[in-house]
């Protein structure tokens, strides 16, 4: 069974730091490229962050550049996002989620998200 278990969110002050985890398990990572996303209340959900399997690239939506860093661990089989600096307008549900695609889209399978909530 595939499981995206995330972790690490929680509530800090603006300028702060959280470090989100993304635990996997029913497939390895070495076959998947994993991104993550967010949504906040009332709005949309946003990709933040995204590695893309064809040349295992990593790229960063502009609201995060310079202030988020996604990682992973493969003898974990976890992916970490990073996240520093942040701001209120941070504040939403962040989810990972995988993909066989050689790019980042068709995520076929997500995790049920962990709130981050960043106060001013």
């Known amino acids: 069974e595939v499981q995206l278990v995330e972790s690490g969110g929680g509530l800090v002050q603006a300028g702060g730091s959280l470090r989100l985890s993304c635990a996997v398990s029913?497939?390895?990572?070495?076959?998947?490229?994993m991104a993550w996303f967010r949504q906040a209340p009332g709005k949309e959900r946003e990709g933040v962050a995204c590695?893309?399997?064809?040349?295992?690239?990593?790229h960063y939506s502009d609201f995060v550049k310079g202030r988020f860093t996604f990682s992973s661990d493969t003898a974990k089989n976890t992916v970490y996002l990073q996240m520093n600096s942040l701001k209120p307008e941070d504040t939403a549900v962040y989810s990972c989620?995988?993909?066989?695609?050689?790019?980042?889209?068709?995520?076929?399978?997500w995790g049920q998200g962990t709130q981050v909530t960043v106060s001013s």
């Open positions: 989620a995988a993909t066989r695609a050689w790019g980042c889209y068709d995520y076929e399978f």
């Open positions: 029913g497939f390895t990572l070495e076959g998947y490229a």
């Open positions: 590695i893309r399997r064809s040349d295992d690239s990593t």
